[in-house]
C-alpha cells in the first residue's frame, strides 16, 4: 500500500492522503470535502 495525496479540482489544494494498492495503474478519483471551496468537490491522485 502507497499512500498518494488527492487535490481538488476546483482550487487545486491538497486536502487529503490516501492509501492505494501499489498495483493499481489508473489514477484514483474521490468526492471528498474541501475547506477552502466549502463543498464536496471531486478530488484526484496527484504526485
Given at each position: 500500500m502507497a499512500k498518494v495525496?488527492?487535490?481538488c479540482e476546483?482550487?487545486?489544494t491538497?486536502?487529503?492522503n490516501v492509501a492505494k494498492a501499489n498495483d493499481e495503474r489508473s489514477r484514483l478519483a474521490l468526492?471528498?470535502?474541501c475547506p477552502k471551496c466549502?463543498?464536496?468537490?471531486l478530488?484526484?491522485?496527484t504526485k
Open positions: 495525496p488527492l487535490s476546483s482550487c487545486g491538497r486536502n487529503y468526492k471528498k470535502y466549502n463543498a464536496h468537490t478530488h484526484k491522485e
